[in-house]
């Protein structure tokens, strides 16, 4: 591929990632754990405070790295935030990943990386969850970058190579506690490449051992200030953002305590534990009920194992021409390690999906290489992307929200919108309009992203199990999971009138509205519509 011409595709490709995962960014209702990180970055832009948690939602980066677009957008506090601002953030490091590619340089030919951008940028998992307020978007950025400066950093061990190796080190860390896992694999294929490249090299040039070490000494000598250079880097970085930019130097030890905390997480996994081959089943085949597509990556997966052979077949004795054996090392050792790992989120799987899109790049290119006949590629070609674009629009924009999507995971129900609805609809009637009394009765794990939808309401209350409330009044609407809503006496619920919400799931929620409030909100109903038709 001519350079003129990659350049025109790249910018081509680059644009179209941009706009799939900008279109329609508020389709999906928030997630509960969208919910919760908005919340947690709420607190840092109205107060300027954030303090790491090391038992719960992750690092720091995505709070702090939010705080540009709220600025930009004229939002300064929770309850001005939107559902597109906090996603625009994800969409950005999302969209950023395509351009990292170019970071892999010589080591990539020009067709492979615009084939690998390409992929990444239509990719279902990746749009699906680039418009999902989580820190795994960044992770999945930051841990390519990781890679892809780790392998210039050996086969060029100066300052420039090392400071992207430290910034991006730092960032990682500083985004989640399983960067260690990205860290661990990203030097293991480092080195077992670097052992079948030296077993090939001996091979080819009769190599003594002696001679193979005192070249391996030579380079880490080398190296080895442009080394420490970067693990300067990495800890100012970790420092930086676990420390509150200075404000809180506890969080800095905090994050290494935090490793027993998500070790046990991952082993108990509670609700979602799965099996080994999970992420595998996701990507393989899915279909949920009678009704229900179905869900498959494997031209990709396929693909992917032509990039992966061929990346073996062509293993180079020279070290710094096998950036694609040790990409698919790393693919393959995070997909098994991640997959070994009892706890287990869709999401998770994205930073080996990444490494097999790349893969999947390189196969592609070499069947466009290997097949002569112009139509037989340009039906190849085509079979592909329709078959990504249909999984692309099913899984981002048609059941974006539905339980039968694979990677909908315990998303909240479209439902949810109907009850913020009518509870906007009631302050409207209600005297105290938005400081109306609001009681929200339900465990934690059933009550997000209820704080995120109701937070412009000023009198809110939060209790986690119907014994703490004495009386449901004197609130004019009370919201409680049907759990709850058992414990109370069918005398005090007679107060209310009731309906009823999906919240996700198996979690349906009950709306009581005070019937004084009900009949206010019933004849303004009728006021606005005297023909009786609404």
């Known amino acids: 591929m001519k350079k003129k011409t990659f350049v025109y595709l790249f910018i081509l490709v ?29 607190e840092l832009l109205e107060k300027g405070e954030y303090r790491y948690d090391p038992a719960d939602h992750h690092g720091p980066t995505l709070y702090y790295l939010s705080l540009p677009l709220a600025w930009l957008s004229g939002q300064k506090s929770y309850p001005e935030l939107t559902e597109n601002t906090l996603r625009g953030v994800t969409v950005f490091f999302g969209w950023l ?27 279902p998992q990746l749009i699906y969850f680039s418009r999902f307020y989580i820190q795994e978007t960044l992770f999945v950025l930051f841990s390519l970058a990781l890679v892809i400066f780790l392998w210039r950093f050996v086969n060029k061990p100066d300052y420039r190579e090392a400071l992207g190796l430290g910034l991006f080190a730092g960032l990682l860390y500083a985004t989640k506690e399983t960067s260690l896992i990205v860290l661990a694999a990203s030097v293991f294929s480092l080195v077992l490449v670097w052992l079948l490249s030296a077993q090939k090299n001996k091979r080819h040039l009769n190599l003594t051992s002696e001679t193979a070490n005192k070249e391996l000494r030579t380079g880490i000598k080398r190296g080895l200030l442009p080394f420490f250079f970067s693990i300067l880097i990495f800890l100012a970085i970790s420092f930086l953002f676990y420390s509150s930019f200075f404000q809180h130097s506890q969080g800095f030890l905090d994050s290494f305590r935090a490793f027993s905390n998500y070790t046990e997480k991952a082993v108990e996994a509670g609700w979602h534990h799965h099996g080994f081959f999970y992420y595998f089943s996701l990507l393989f085949y899915q279909k949920g009920g009678p009704r229900s597509p179905v869900f498959s990556e494997i031209p990709f997966l396929v693909l992917a194992l032509v990039g992966t052979v061929v990346s073996f077949s062509r293993l ?45 790049g390189i196969g592609f290119v070499y069947l466009l290489e290997i097949i002569k006949n112009q139509p037989a590629k340009i039906i190849l070609t085509a079979a592909v992307i329709l078959w990504v674009g249909w999984q692309s629009y099913l899984i981002n924009y048609y059941l974006h929200s539905d339980p039968n999507n694979p990677y909908a995971y315990a998303q909240t129900s479209l439902d949810l919108r109907r009850l913020i609805a009518r509870v906007e609809e009631l ?17 934690p794990e059933e009550t997000w992203p209820l704080p995120w939808y109701l937070r412009k309401y000023n009198q809110v209350g939060y209790w986690t199990a119907s014994e703490q409330v004495d009386s449901l009044e004197p609130a004019k609407i009370i919201i409680m999971t049907i759990g709850e809503a058992s414990k109370r006496s069918q005398n005090e619920l007679d107060a209310y009138l009731i309906e009823y919400f999906s919240l996700r799931p198996d979690v349906l929620l009950m709306l009581g ?10 004849l303004r109903k009728a006021s606005a519509f005297p023909s009786g038709k609404s």
């Not at 279109?23 to 970055?41: G, V």
């Not at 509205?513 to 019933?522: A, I, Q, T």
């Open 513 to 522: 509205v005070r019937n004084d409030l009900w009949e206010g909100y019933r």
């Open 14 to 42: 680059f644009v179209a990632g941009l706009f799939v995962r900008l279109y329609r960014l508020d389709l999906r209702p928030m997630h509960h754990d969208e919910a919760n990180q908005a919340y947690k970055f709420g």
């Open 427 to 443: 302050s409207q009637v209600a005297e105290e309009g938005p400081d109306m009394f609001i009681r929200v009765i339900s465990s």
């Open 316 to 360: 180079s004795r020279k070290y710094a021409e096998n950036f694609r054996s040790y990409l698919a090392i790393f693919a393959l050792s995070t997909a098994l390690v991640y997959s070994a790992i009892p706890y287990k989120t869709p999401w998770n799987l994205l930073v080996f999906l990444a490494g097999f899109l790349i893969l999947a």
């Open 97 to 123: 990943l395509l351009l990292i590619l170019l970071a892999a340089g010589r080591y990539l030919k020009t067709s492979e990386k615009f084939w690998a951008a390409a992929f990444l940028a239509v990719a």
